[in-house]
């Protein structure tokens, strides 16, 4: 078939991987069918203006998959068989109940893709990393080969960063990350400072590294830039923490000039800001990372937790500079020696092949499909909610206290937890975090929704028969 020619931009991975990828697709769509000759590689090559290389590398990618077999003297053909090669895989690949039900409620998680395609995709990422199992078992330099930092590089620059190479480190994940970072930046004894209402992990790394945590306050558009300057005067803090984008667990994203006042303080003061981007890749659009704004005082934390899988315990960490990540990659090295080779390599293939982009695409479609279900049963007005964040923060009224509805909303199959785990300073509000995300379905997540509204529209002494 050689009027067959690939629109390369159909996918987003290098253009050798692209050409595969365009083999598949149009394998799925019939415009190429099961013995179609595709172009000599030369002659594609001068079709597409690119390298014989580039060509002959995509053909061998393809060939990998299973879609087309090549025949010295004959040339390449169409072999579908990595549609049979899916099929099989997936017939062979029956979830073990025991791994199922594992499930840890307390987090805020993504929904769980459930399309056959996509699912079949993912494993497809696994077969192939699988074809390096055994280097991928030995140890590894810390902070992710050059393969890696490129897929790294790509993935971070959709947030508008472009940095060296030098500067990107894959690591395993972002809790650990800032339990290296806050290790390095603060003494025991000392100050850092975070949103009033936080993440609960970085209370927790506070405390273990026996850190002064000192909560700022907020409005709709996050930290004041106000009370940050003041809380630098009076208490010498060594770093700030902000989880800047959908923040966890109150749903708000820093507005782009707020950002920039919060930069302007921090460069004031000289004070380090360390960035958790965890649901930064998660909008469309949103304001640039405070780390575009200010990279020399920021360390930029990309988790994959939130946009791809938490299971891949992985994130791509941008230092200030080059001296600085000096006694970072060493901190790291203490506490973790390296991310584990087959999660980076998956997370790599996943990024080339595109995979990566069709999981981010169906968790924003699917978080707010679940956001317009609780818009569509809950008040307006009654919480706080994005469009595309994972969860609500629910204010409570009508006499329930946060352990009171917590008690009520066991049994749901949603994950609520109380205010205190993110209260830094002073009496938690009454107050939870509901996850709408996790294996829970749609009509699952709907009918859990209905049993939380009712309880919140009657008074707990009403609820209790509901128990």
Not at 109 to 132: H, K, Q
């Amino acid at each position: 078939m050689k009027t067959w020619t690939p629109d390369l931009s159909r996918s987003n991975g290098p253009r050798y991987m692209a050409i595969a990828d365009v083999i598949e697709m149009d394998l799925r769509s019939g415009h190429l069918v099961v013995g179609d000759r595709l172009p000599p590689q030369r002659e594609l090559a001068r079709r597409l203006e690119i390298d014989f290389t580039t060509v002959a590398r995509g053909y061998l990618e393809a060939q990998k998959r299973g879609l087309v077999s090549t025949h010295v003297g004959r040339g390449t053909f169409v072999t579908g068989g990595a549609d049979r090669e899916r099929r099989g895989f997936i017939s062979d690949a029956m979830p073990d109940p025991r791994r199922a039900s594992v499930v840890d409620f307390s987090m805020n998680m993504p929904p769980e893709p459930d399309d056959p395609d996509l699912i079949a995709r993912m494993r497809e990422g696994f077969s192939s990393v699988a074809t390096n199992l055994v280097p991928l078992l030995r140890y590894q330099g810390f902070g992710g080969a050059g393969m890696d930092k490129e897929a790294a590089a790509a993935w971070l620059s959709r947030r508008g960063l472009v940095p060296s190479q030098e500067r990107i480190f894959v690591t395993p994940g972002a809790h650990p990350t800032l339990l290296a970072l806050f290790g390095m930046l603060a003494k025991p004894g000392e100050t850092v400072l975070s949103e009033n209402i936080t993440y609960p992990g970085m209370r927790s790394i506070a405390a273990l590294l026996r850190l002064n945590i000192a909560g700022l306050p907020m409005d709709d558009e996050g930290i004041i830039p106000a009370a940050f300057a003041e809380a630098c005067e009076m208490k010498k803090p060594k770093a700030l923490y902000l989880n800047p984008t959908l923040q966890n667990p109150m749903t708000f994203t820093i507005p782009e000039k707020r950002r920039e006042e919060i930069c302007a303080v921090a460069r004031k003061y000289h004070v380090p800001i360390v960035e958790d981007d965890a649901y930064g890749f998660i909008p469309l659009h949103s304001p640039p990372p405070l780390a575009a704004m200010a990279p020399d005082l920021t360390w930029h934390i990309g988790g994959l937790a939130k946009c791809i899988g938490a299971g891949l315990r992985l994130a791509y960490v941008v230092a200030p500079d080059t001296k600085a990540a000096w006694p970072f990659v060493s901190a790291m090295r203490a506490n973790n020696v390296m991310a584990s080779p087959l999660s980076v390599a998956l997370a790599t293939r996943w990024i080339e092949d595109g995979t990566a982009d069709s999981i981010l695409r169906f968790i924003r479609s699917e978080t707010a499909a679940r956001q317009k279900l609780v818009a569509d049963i809950l008040p307006k007005g009654s919480y706080r909610g994005d469009p595309i964040s994972f969860n609500i923060w629910l204010p409570l009224t009508g006499g329930w206290t946060r352990s009171t509805f917590g008690s009520h909303m066991r049994s749901s199959g949603i994950g609520v937890v109380a205010s205190d785990a993110f209260a830094v300073d002073g009496s938690a509000p009454e107050a939870v975090r509901v996850c709408l995300g996790g294996p829970i379905q749609r009509p699952q997540l709907k009918a859990a929704v209905e049993f939380m509204g009712h309880a919140l529209a009657n008074s707990p002494e009403m609820a209790g028969s509901f128990f």
